[in-house]
């Protein structure tokens, strides 16, 4: 089933980038298969965004909406909201976006024509050059086995993969029927796990789509090679590596059962390990690893590195 003739918003969430959103605008007004209209999510920018909308002629025009939020949610709450603001319009899917990312004119038009179910997660292939901006692993049912994709090379035309980033993601307004909405409590990171992990637990798939490009600048990372397996851990800030820590345990605590235990606390501290070896910052990111441990421990959700000081 083709989805090319149905309604399709592009969510873009925003914070304090105003002259990459107006590239991220221009890019998707650029596709060969547009989007029906364009909704900005600006978390409530300090940096002139609504200026810059507004002499750039983009607020005036009738593809695109501006939904301006009163506070500063998230990533996790930008699309929560956004999604939901674009389903209550009408919109049959949505394809969200980060700020700062480029999709080529076809992406879209590629993304449509090889997404045949709506009950399934659909997504564009992030891109830094040859190189993916995220590792994907592929479940691979003919082999039986998983394998990580690095780069552009790797990725066939469709393959199923284990996790998508919020990142040229497209969603069905069926799919949120069923499984809800993105978790908005998560404010950031790991939060298109948690979808995607309710996605699969629902039994429905997630895909991505080679041939839908988008350019995004690399994620940082480095490999911890342990006696058994290798951990592959992101490059963070502070602030951001206590989100990382928190919502690990979060996410880990409602889907992995005994896992929380035998893997997530323990992968966790070696993490913690990694960042003191490899990073900056020791200070800050031993105050962010116990921070998130602790609020992850307790439930507790929501923007908080402010309170924490980071």
């Not at 149905?6 to 650029?30: G, P, Q, S």
């Not at 479940?139 to 993969?161: F, N, R």
């Not at 441990?293 to 309170?307: A, I, V, Y």
Request: proline share 3%.
């Amino acid at each position: 089933m083709s989805i090319n003739n149905k309604r399709i918003y592009t969510v873009i969430v925003t914070y304090n980038r105003k002259e990459l959103l107006n590239r991220c605008i221009k890019a998707i007004l650029n596709q060969s298969r547009p989007p029906d209209q364009i909704l900005i999510v600006d978390n409530a920018s300090t940096d002139g965004t609504n200026e810059m909308l507004q002499s750039e002629g983009w607020s005036s025009s009738d593809k695109i909406e501006l939904l301006r939020l009163s506070d500063n949610l998230g990533g996790a709450g930008g699309f929560s909201r956004g999604i939901q603001y674009a389903i209550d319009s009408g919109a049959d899917f949505i394809w969200i976006m980060d700020d700062d990312a480029i999709p080529a004119n076809d992406a879209l038009q590629n993304l449509l024509e090889h997404a045949s179910d709506d009950s399934h997660l659909y997504g564009s292939l992030a891109v830094d050059g040859h190189a993916l901006s995220w590792r994907l692993t592929h479940l691979d049912d003919q082999q039986k086995e998983k394998k990580e994709l690095h780069y552009t090379s790797d990725v066939p035309v469709v393959a199923e993969v284990q996790f998508l980033p919020f990142l040229g993601m497209m969603i069905s307004k069926k799919l949120v029927e069923h499984i809800g909405l993105p978790d908005e409590e998560y404010f950031l990171a790991a939060d298109d796990v948690e979808f995607c992990l309710r996605t699969q637990k629902a039994g429905f798939k997630v895909f991505v789509v080679g041939s839908s490009k988008l350019h995004h600048p690399a994620a940082e990372m480095y490999d911890l090679n342990l006696l058994v397996k290798k951990l592959s851990c992101l490059k963070l800030s502070p602030w951001k590596r206590y989100y990382d820590v928190r919502n690990r345990l979060l996410l880990s605590k409602k889907h992995f059962g005994i896992g929380f235990y035998l893997k997530t606390i323990p992968g966790s501290i070696v993490r913690y390990i990694g960042s003191l070896i490899y990073e900056k910052n020791r200070g800050l990111q031993t105050k962010a690893f116990f921070a998130g441990m602790l609020d992850g421990l307790l439930g507790k959700k929501g923007r908080r590195h402010t309170l924490w000081g980071l």
